[in-house]
């Protein structure tokens, strides 16, 4: 069935280093990708989203990448921040039957 | 505009009881998806609701059922409450089907002894 595999589970990096989360679709059908952002206690956000016509979409600190041969995609956060302390999950949608599937999540932590 | 929002925010139940979980879309938006929010399981997606039709249904028993309304606030439903039903249950909505995006409620905590 679709999966949505995503790593790294937990990360940790210094504030003001960059920070890279990566995902992996199975399904090839799969054509947008949205990114969320969810802080304790709080409902996911959505961040960037990137479909799969476009090979990378830039949003100030944020970034995402998508390489649809090898079926993967990725986050970028630069200039790493406390407030950007939180689980992001990704997701991918297949465009027949509009379901989203997400990854697992991975909890970053910026060190101050 | 109003974000979603879900009522009620916490509940708990016993084994086998029913419970109902409300949610309001954003103005103007006719897709409602609902998702079980567990620590060990990430965000499992239930159903999605469009045009008050159940368009997607992920794995989930018969026990979890769901609905749309005209104004396109949607409910679910679990009938026979087990333990391993406590989780956050979020709802989301868009504009329309297929690559819109997604906004999500606060979600209802759900806690079932």
């Known amino acids: 069935g679709e999966n949505v595999e995503q790593h790294p589970s937990t990360l940790s990096v210094q504030e003001g280093d960059s920070a890279v989360i990566k995902c992996t679709y199975s399904d090839s059908a799969s054509n947008y990708f949205p990114w969320y952002k969810q802080e304790l206690g709080k409902r996911p956000q959505l961040i960037i989203d990137i479909r799969s016509n476009v090979g990378e979409k830039k949003d100030q600190r944020i970034a995402v990448t998508l390489n649809k041969t090898a079926k993967h995609f990725s986050l970028h956060i630069t200039e790493t921040q406390p407030e950007d302390s939180a689980v992001y999950f990704c997701a991918a949608m297949d465009s027949g039957t509009y379901k989203y599937i997400f990854g697992t999540g991975t909890r970053l932590k910026v060190l101050a | 505009k109003a974000g979603v929002t879900q009522t009620p925010r916490y509940l708990i139940k016993t084994r086998g009881q029913q419970v109902t979980l409300s949610c309001s879309p954003i103005?103007?938006?006719?897709?409602v998806s609902w998702y079980q929010q567990t620590p060990g399981q990430g965000l499992q997606f239930l159903f999605e609701?469009?045009?008050?039709?159940?368009?997607n249904k992920g794995n989930f028993p018969g026990r979890f059922s769901g609905r749309q309304f005209s104004n396109s606030r949607s409910e679910m439903n679990v009938s026979t409450l087990e333990l391993g039903d406590s989780a956050l249950y979020l709802c989301a909505s868009s504009l329309e089907q297929g690559g819109y995006e997604q906004y999500f409620g606060p979600g209802t905590r759900l806690t079932v002894t």
């Open positions: 609701y469009f045009s008050e039709t159940q368009r």
């Open positions: 103005s103007g938006h006719r897709s």
